[in-house]
C-alpha cells in the first residue's frame, strides 16, 4: 500500500443477523485482509471479546466501538429507536453522521437499519424517500433494482427519484456509461401497466435519462436494462421470489448429481460447468442492498447471509465510498429542477 492509497473507515453493525457477531466478525475481518479499510466494530464488548480473540487481528485495522444493545426483527423500528438509544445500528450510522466513518454495513432489521438512516443521516436534497436497491443475484449481477422493499407505496415522483439514483448507481458502481433505465410493468407495451407506471413512464420519456420504457418479470434474468424502476412492494416479492428460484435450482441440480451412478459421472464430467453454475446461483456472491438517496452511504447485507456474503456487502460499501456518488445524484436532482422549470 503507498501512502497516497485512502484508508477507508467502515462501520459494521455487529450485533444484527441471524448468525451475529460471529459470522460478522469474520467477514469482517475477511474484507479487511483484501482491502486498505479500517473496520470499525459496534456491538456490545462482552459478547464481541470473545469471537475476536479467534483471530490474529491488527489493531490498526480493527477497532471495536462499544453499543450497549441491538434492535431485534421482531421489535418495532421508531419505538426500538427511543427505548435503545445506543443500539448498535445507531451507534454505527451515527459514525457516519460524524463523519467518522466512510459507509456502514448491517445485516440486522431492515426496519431497523432504514429508520436510523433515515432519522440520522437524513435525505438528500430533491430526494422525498431513499430507495433499497440492488441486484437480481447472479442471473443479472449488473442490473440495479429499485425499490427492492422500502416503499411499499409510491408516488410517480418517488419513482423518477428512484430512477435517477439508480442511473448514478450504476454508472459509478457499475461503470456503465449510458445506463438503461427501465419500468417493471405487466407488459412492454407503453399501454400496459397500471395508473403509477403509465405516470412515471410519462414523465420519464420527458428527462434526459436513457428511458427504454417497460419490461417484465420474465424477462429480468436476460439483463434487459441497466436500471429497473418499481416500487417496493413489487420489487422485494421479485427479489425473493428471484431467491428462491435459485434455492430450488440448487436443490434439484444436487438431487439429480447424487441420485444415482449416471448423475455421479454426469457430475465428475462436467464438474467446472456446475461450479460455475452454482457460484451464479450462490446469492453470498451477490449479497448487499444500499440504501440509496440518503446524506451517507449504508448497506444492508442479507440477514441470513455467512460471513462470505457479509464480505460482499463490506466490498460494496466500499464500492460506493470511492466515488463521490451522492453529490453525483444532487446534480442531477437539481439539473431536473433546472430543466423543469425552463
Known sequence: MTTTERIYRIAVDAMGGDNAPSEVIAGAIDASSNSDISIQLVGVPKLLEPELAKYSIDDKS???????????????????????PKASIIVSTSLVKKGIA?????????????????IILGTLNG???PAIGGPLL?????????????????????????AIMGEIFSKYVYKIPNP????????????????????TSAILKTTNLNFIGNVEANDLMHNPADVVVCDGFS????????????????????????????????????????????????????????????????VKSHGSTDSLGFAHAVDLAIDM???????????????????SNN
Open 321 to 339: 465510498a470511492e466515488g463521490d456518488y451522492n453529490s453525483a445524484i444532487s446534480k442531477e436532482i437539481e439539473k431536473l429542477k433546472l430543466s
Open 235 to 298: 420489487g422485494n416479492i421479485m427479489l425473493k421470489t428471484a431467491e428462491g428460484t435459485a434455492d430450488l435450482c440448487t436443490y434439484y441440480i444436487r438431487e439429480v448429481l447424487t441420485s444415482n451412478l449416471f448423475g455421479k459421472i454426469a457430475y465428475l464430467l462436467g464438474r467446472t460447468s456446475f461450479a460455475a453454475l452454482k457460484d451464479k446461483l450462490d446469492p453470498r456472491k451477490h449479497n448487499g442492498a444500499v440504501l440509496l438517496g440518503l446524506n451517507g452511504i449504508v
Open 138 to 162: 447472479g442471473f443479472s449481477p449488473n442490473m440495479v433494482i429499485l425499490d427492492a422493499g422500502a416503499n411499499v407505496d409510491c408516488k410517480p415522483s418517488q419513482l423518477l427519484s428512484f
Open 127 to 129: 430526494i422525498e424517500r
Open 62 to 84: 480493527l477497532i471495536v466501538i462499544p453499543a450497549e444493545n441491538h434492535i431485534s426483527e421482531n421489535e418495532h423500528p421508531a419505538v426500538a429507536m427511543r427505548q435503545k
Open 180 to 199: 438503461r433505465v427501465a419500468l417493471l410493468s405487466v407488459g412492454s407495451e407503453d399501454e400496459k401497466g397500471n395508473k403509477q407506471v403509465k405516470e
Open 102 to 118: 466512510d459507509a456502514n454495513v448491517s445485516m440486522g432489521s431492515s426496519g431497523a437499519t432504514m429508520a436510523a438512516a433515515a
